[in-house]
Nanobody
Framework: QVQLVESGGGLVQSGGSLRLSCAAS????????MGWYRQAPGKQRELVAG???????YYSDSVKGRFTISREYAKNTVYLQMDSLKPEDTAVYYC??????????????WGKGTLVTVSS
């Protein structure tokens, strides 16, 4: 059983930065793609960024150029560096373990989420 534990959420002013972390248990971390999703109140969960087991990255248009996803294999951890934050980035952010080594939107495990609030 894989567990994903997110941290790093909080309250930040518009234009500020936050770094989210997601620590994964188990030995399959290095073989699977990882992703970050978010869900704002009243909206569907949406993919923010994904990273393959080899380090290839994908970003949604809404965060491209502002967010950076990365992974640290030695710590079984994936990060989401969020810069130039906007109020519309306010959401619960979820870490996801992909089903395959490349990002295909198929998710096998979810974290419980961490809240990011951006004030104007």
């Amino acid at each position: 059983q894989v567990q994903l534990v997110e941290s790093g959420g909080g309250l930040v002013q518009s234009g500020g930065s936050l770094r989210l972390s997601c620590a994964a248990s188990g030995s399959i971390f290095s073989k699977k793609a990882m992703g970050w999703y978010r869900q704002a109140p009243g909206k569907q969960r949406e993919l923010v960024a994904g990273i393959s087991s080899g380090g290839s990255t994908y970003y949604s248009d809404s965060v491209k150029g502002r967010f950076t996803i990365s992974r640290e294999y030695a710590k079984n951890t994936v990060y989401l560096q969020m810069d130039s934050l906007k109020p519309e980035d306010t959401a619960v952010y979820y870490c996801a373990l992909g089903r395959r080594s490349s990002w295909t939107y198929e998710v096998d495990y979810w974290g419980k989420g961490t809240l990011v609030t951006v004030s104007s």
